[in-house]
């Protein structure tokens, strides 16, 4: 439903930035997301979001094997949060739909890439600064309330 109501909007290309949360619920739900995300035109998967002292990784359990599963020929292992933004920022152009969807740290990549969109020079709307913001506020909330 998420990436339908996100198509609506009708973006030049839909672009997933996808942080799966911890070894355990990434295992549980593994299908489930290869299958929603295949409506993206670009999908890059980060490592594995592991909170301090919750869990060991396990080794049969890779943020790669997501992209491998997709079989969607737009997808990527991107590695660290901070490199995945990294790695879609020259992608990117305008109109284009970035959604950062996960856990843990994901709300990094965000911030990463408006700084670096902003680097090259391109403008952005303000009515995406006042969302990532709003969002941005929202999640710094949640975290210390």
């Known amino acids: 439903v998420g990436l339908q109501a996100a198509r609506e909007r009708r973006p030049r290309r839909l672009v997933v930035l996808f942080q799966p949360h911890t070894f355990?619920?990434?295992?549980?739900?593994?299908?489930?997301?290869?299958?929603?995300?295949?409506?993206?035109?670009r999908v890059a998967v980060a490592d594995i979001y592991m909170p301090a002292g919750r869990e060991q990784p396990g080794a049969d359990v890779h943020a790669a094997d997501l992209v491998r599963a997709m079989a969607h020929p737009?997808?990527?292992?991107?590695?660290?949060?901070?490199?995945?933004?990294?790695?879609?920022?020259?992608?990117?152009?305008?109109?284009?739909l970035v959604l950062t969807l996960g856990a843990g740290d994901i709300h990094r990549a965000a911030d990463r890439l408006?700084?670096?969109?902003?680097?090259?020079?391109?403008?952005?709307?303000?009515?995406?600064?006042?969302?990532?913001?709003?969002?941005?506020?929202?999640?710094?909330?949640?975290?210390?309330s």
């Open 114 to 144: 408006v700084a670096l969109l902003r680097s090259r020079g391109d403008a952005i709307p303000p009515s995406t600064l006042a969302a990532h913001e709003a969002h941005h506020q929202d999640t710094v909330g949640d975290r210390f």
């Open 74 to 96: 737009a997808a990527t292992y991107a590695g660290s949060v901070d490199a995945a933004a990294e790695l879609l920022a020259p992608e990117l152009a305008a109109g284009d």
């Open 24 to 41: 355990h619920r990434r295992r549980g739900v593994f299908d489930d997301f290869v299958g929603a995300v295949s409506t993206a035109d």
